[in-house]
């Protein structure tokens, strides 16, 4: 067995929180709607030929990450018995400020609907506490390469080391947390973001948010706190118009895996994941898709202008 192959056999990603708790706990659940879980590096291992072709460093990174995980599911015994629900002002600014200055890129809230939480998985609270890390835009520019992909990995698991220091954070303060894991985990996390109107999600199956475009990770911490500032509407959802005519992702996607958010608006599936895991395995964890995407490499606003500019001449 090689050496890729022996260290991925650590990473444990299939963990389930009804192991973690009491068995009274009340946990949300999956809905009929709900959508199964993929576990990327199972379905690499599966369409690929062996294990993904990462540098050894990046092997070793995605240990910590499935430590983080396994941290993120045992911690949940330290919330306090008498969790709090309501959050002042004040403190919700202490939260921001505290997820920035750990490297956070942006921070979002929503209520969870069920049809997000994965099917056979469960949570502790349906309050969540969004979370996005951008990659080093130099790394992604690189797509095909180890150091992209090591770069993805390296985000997954300082988001994952954030989203447990921001539980922690919460339990201190008198609120119950469950901290997503950042890679895995029991929510659909990009329509988790998207719910969150932190941006949209695009032709690629990936969200698409204002600053940095489709370069972002994104996790999330459930927490007993009900009076978050949940958005009303998300002024982001243009993004899937302008995707539907651009699809420069599809047309240079190295696997031709990607649907198309047409398909997607139909069967809820952006890519087709044997391809994309074939190519995952194979091109270095790829990205080739966030690479190409124009909102990588162009303004956000510049690109709304267009649109806008576009949709006025067709009308």
């Given amino acids: 067995?090689?050496?890729p192959e022996q260290i991925e056999k650590k990473i444990k990603v299939d963990f389930n929180m009804e192991e973690y708790v009491e068995k009274d706990t009340v946990l949300f659940i999956h809905s009929e709607e709900s959508k199964v879980s993929h576990n990327i590096a199972a379905l690499a291992r599966k369409y690929g030929e062996g294990p993904p072709k990462f540098y050894p460093k990046t092997f070793e990174v995605m240990i910590d990450t499935g430590q983080q995980t396994k941290i993120s599911y045992e911690s949940v015994s330290e919330n306090p018995s008498e969790a709090k629900t309501t959050i002042s002002s004040e403190e919700l600014s202490d939260i921001i400020e505290y997820a920035k200055?750990?490297?956070?890129?942006?921070?979002?809230?929503?209520?969870?609907?069920?049809k997000l939480i994965f099917k056979n998985h469960a949570i502790l609270h349906d309050n969540a506490i969004?979370?996005?890390?951008?990659?080093?835009p130099e790394k992604i520019a690189l797509a095909p390469s180890r150091d992209t992909g090591h770069e993805v990995h390296f985000t997954y698991n300082k988001l994952g080391r954030i989203s447990n220091k921001i539980a922690h954070?919460?339990?201190?303060?008198?609120?119950?947390a469950q901290a997503?894991?950042?890679?895995?985990?029991?929510?659909?996390?990009?329509?988790?973001?998207e719910e969150a109107a932190m941006g949209a999600i695009g032709n690629h199956g990936l969200l698409i948010s204002p600053v940095v475009g489709p370069r972002q990770r994104i996790t999330a911490v459930y927490t007993s706190i009900e009076n978050l500032p949940f958005p009303e509407i998300n002024p982001h959802n243009w993004i899937k118009d302008f995707c539907s005519t651009c699809q420069i992702c599809s047309k240079r996607c190295p696997a031709d895996g990607i649907?198309?958010?047409?398909?997607?608006?139909?069967?809820?599936?952006y890519i087709d994941?044997?391809?994309?895991?074939?190519?995952?395995?194979?091109?270095?964890?790829?990205?080739?898709?966030?690479?190409?995407?124009?909102?990588?490499?162009?303004?956000?606003?510049?690109?709304?202008?267009?649109h806008l500019k576009r949709t006025k001449t067709v009308g």
């Fill in 130 to 136: 969004v979370l996005t890390m951008e990659m080093d």
């Fill in 180 to 193: 997503g894991p950042a890679m895995g985990g029991d929510v659909d996390y990009k329509h988790l973001a």
């Fill in 101 to 114: 200055s750990l490297g956070v890129n942006d921070i979002g809230f929503t209520k969870i609907p069920s």
């Fill in 273 to 306: 994941l044997p391809k994309c895991a074939r190519s995952f395995a194979t091109s270095f964890g790829c990205s080739v898709c966030i690479k190409e995407c124009i909102f990588n490499k162009s303004d956000y606003h510049k690109v709304h202008e267009v």
């Fill in 169 to 176: 954070y919460l339990r201190t303060k008198g609120f119950s």
């Fill in 259 to 269: 649907v198309g958010i047409e398909k997607a608006s139909m069967t809820n599936e």
């Fill in 1 to 3: 067995m090689s050496r």
